[in-house]
């Protein structure tokens, strides 16, 4: 008899040999409908999976992130098999097709130069192949039968799969009908399974994403276990395309960025209006949170970052210069300079915490084929904060950071998701210290009571992380905030605190960042207001309408006392007619509009029409000025 462990802790004994399958039909008819690939021992398998000794034992439906990529991977074959069916005459070559994060991907190789037309002929194919629900078999095969195999079928890609693979790999086939790719699974039990897909895009790809070889064909798809759920999916991305942070930054004169320096955005008058904005309240909320603002160099010599490690795991991504002969390096953290500052005087543990705040500009190397807006640039100000401190206050500031950030993403409406990073394999440090530093992080969250997933290995090189996953108005997730656990560079350093007993101490350090970088944090919020920003961010808070000429005097009047009231307000005296001045807020996406005409000047007020709305509302001035007023200090987001 096999002996399996559920999830729950329940044990059952199953005979040897029983599938992942039959045993989901021994626990519920309904989940042996629903579940997809099972997981024992942490390896996720095939249902077709056989059980024999002790196990872990998980079923995996849709609704898990494994589930979802085995659904994915699945469709992916489909795809591929449809395309050879289709295109049998064009020495179609496959190469590979992974599931990813929202769907899946094939990279292949043709003379033909495939369209958006061509993506619907292969729909149609992929439904045929959904509906022959054609099972998926796995069989494993010597080196040489598959290089044989392949070889004979001109799938040059695949060989050079094979061949690279390790002596001792295991090398899997699966079959669908007439179809056998080269791949280690899993897979769902057959094609019928995969009901909901749509193919969304075809794109440029190197194999093996070197600009060196060859150029594929890389057809991008998605995949749902219910057509509800794709269509909710795919609405989403009509509405992420309309919020695009790159052409509402154009409409609204945000930003821009040139052929003279790609991947550093340049910011506009009303850009600016929004990033001071961000920096006020982020300097307000440090300064209640007992957080010191510092200002470190851009520029720092060699011998800095060899002492951080930057030097030996970083080098890649940083840029160089030369100062009377010496090697320097433009800053890609600003965590060293920290350390310097904390280094200028003796440090009691009376003065811990030590909060550290900075909005420091940095520069990275990206490649140009990442770059994309404000969210993948080369230089941005990251909003860094280093906390200096004991041991013994580990949870005590991770818990005030975390309050912290909830302050800051309530303000903006966004809610999160909690992950922890573990160690990577380019990392510093002994394994001792990096268990210390999780199991502080894990405590942290768990005392908090805060749910969190482990995502391994995904840590800095320096030490482990909490990472926070914001959620937008349309359901996407950014990561942004950041708490690091530091146990390594106050060594590199040789910081020092006087303890209690007048001995010296290492302080432990913690890295946090609450926007992330202020340029990637805009990005997210004009897509998550889709440009139309609360009042207290927006840059043109009120703009002053006159209905003619006769009017602009009183026009000027209104305009001057916002104004000197410290209101981003304009005033539009062109000789056009009210409506279309009207629907010229509405593009700009302006909160708030005040028409006067001969009435609103007669009697002090003003017509106040509100961005997305039709109707007006007529207000004395002054109390309109409350209003907004309110409106601003309050941070509210609704207008």
């Not at 008058?269 to 949170?289: F, K, Q, S, T």
Request: proline residues 3%; hydrophobic residues 35%.
């Amino acid at each position: 008899m096999a002996k399996v462990i559920l999830k729950d802790g329940t044990i059952r004994e199953v005979a040897d040999g029983t599938s992942l399958l039959d045993l989901a039909k021994e626990l519920s008819n309904s989940l042996a409908k629903k579940v997809l690939v099972g997981k024992v021992d942490d390896k996720i398998q095939d249902l077709t999976y056989k059980l024999s000794g002790e196990h872990n034992v998980e079923l995996l439906t849709f609704d898990d992130a494994d589930g979802k990529r085995a659904l994915r991977h699945t469709a992916s074959h489909v795809m591929a098999q449809a395309i050879k069916r289709l295109y049998k005459d064009e020495k179609v070559q496959l190469a590979i097709g992974p599931s990813i994060e929202n769907g899946f991907y094939y990279d292949i190789d043709m003379e033909r130069r495939l369209t958006d037309a061509d993506l619907k002929d292969i729909e149609k194919e992929m439904s045929r192949i959904v509906k022959e629900n054609l099972p998926l078999e796995r069989h494993e095969v010597s080196r040489e039968d598959a290089l044989k195999m392949f070889s004979e079928k001109g799938e040059s890609y695949k060989v050079q799969l094979i061949n690279d693979l390790p002596e001792d790999a295991t090398i899997s086939l699966y079959t669908q009908g007439e179809f056998t790719d080269l791949c280690a699974g899993p897979h769902v039990l057959s094609t019928g399974k995969v009901k909901a897909f749509k193919l969304q895009s075809i794109a440029g790809a190197y194999w093996r994403g070197d600009e060196h070889n060859k150029m594929l064909q890389r057809i991008y798809g998605t995949a749902f276990e219910k057509k509800s759920d794709l269509d909710d999916y795919l609405h989403m991305l009509e509405e992420a395309a309309k919020r695009d942070h790159r052409k509402l930054g154009k409409q609204l004169d945000l930003f821009s960025i040139h052929e003279e320096g790609p991947g550093f955005p340049f910011f506009h008058p009303n850009g600016m209006a929004i990033r001071n904005e961000l920096i006020n309240y982020w300097r307000e909320v440090h300064r209640r949170y007992g957080y010191q603002e510092v200002r470190t160099p851009m520029i720092l010599n060699r011998k800095l970052w060899e002492t951080s490690g930057h030097w030996d795991h970083y080098k890649e991504n940083m840029y160089f210069t030369k100062i009377d002969g010496e090697d320097y390096a433009v800053k890609p953290m600003n965590c060293p300079g920290g350390m310097l500052v904390y280094k200028t005087q003796p440090r009691s543990y009376r003065d811990l915490p030590l909060r550290l705040a900075e909005l420091g500009l940095v520069h990275r190397h990206e490649k140009s084929g990442e770059l994309h807006g404000l969210f993948r640039v080369r230089n941005f100000t990251q909003d860094d904060a280093h906390l200096f401190i004991t041991p013994d206050q580990i949870d005590k500031e991770i818990q005030h950071t975390i309050n912290l950030f909830d302050e800051v993403y309530n303000t903006f409406g966004l809610s999160y998701t909690a992950e922890l990073s573990t160690r990577p394999e380019n990392s510093m440090g002994s394994d001792e210290i990096w268990e210390k530093a999780t199991a502080a992080l894990q405590n942290a969250l768990e005392n908090r009571g805060l749910e969190y997933v482990v995502n391994e290995g995904d840590g800095a090189f320096y030490g482990p992380k909490i990472d926070f996953h914001l959620r937008d108005s349309i359901g996407r997730t950014w990561q942004c905030g950041t708490i690091q656990l530091d146990m390594l560079l106050p060594e590199k350093f040789e910081l020092e605190y006087t303890g209690e007993d007048g001995e010296k101490h290492r302080p432990i350090m913690l890295h946090r960042v609450v926007y992330g970088s202020l340029e990637r944090f805009i990005g997210i919020l004009i897509e998550n207001y889709a440009g139309a920003f609360p009042v207290w961010m927006a840059p043109v808070q009120a703009k002053v309408l006159p209905i003619t000429d006769g009017q602009s005097e009183y026009a000027h009047e209104v305009w001057q006392k916002l104004f000197d009231l410290g209101l981003r307000v304009e005033m539009d005296l062109r000789n056009e007619k009210i409506g279309y001045k009207i629907r010229e807020c509405q593009v700009k996406k302006v909160p708030y509009q005040l028409v006067v005409g001969g009435k609103e000047a007669e009697e002090g007020t003003v017509s106040v029409r509100k961005y997305g709305e039709k109707v007006s509302e007529t207000m004395k001035l002054d109390d309109f000025i409350s209003y907004i007023q309110e409106k601003i200090a309050s941070k509210e987001e609704k207008y």
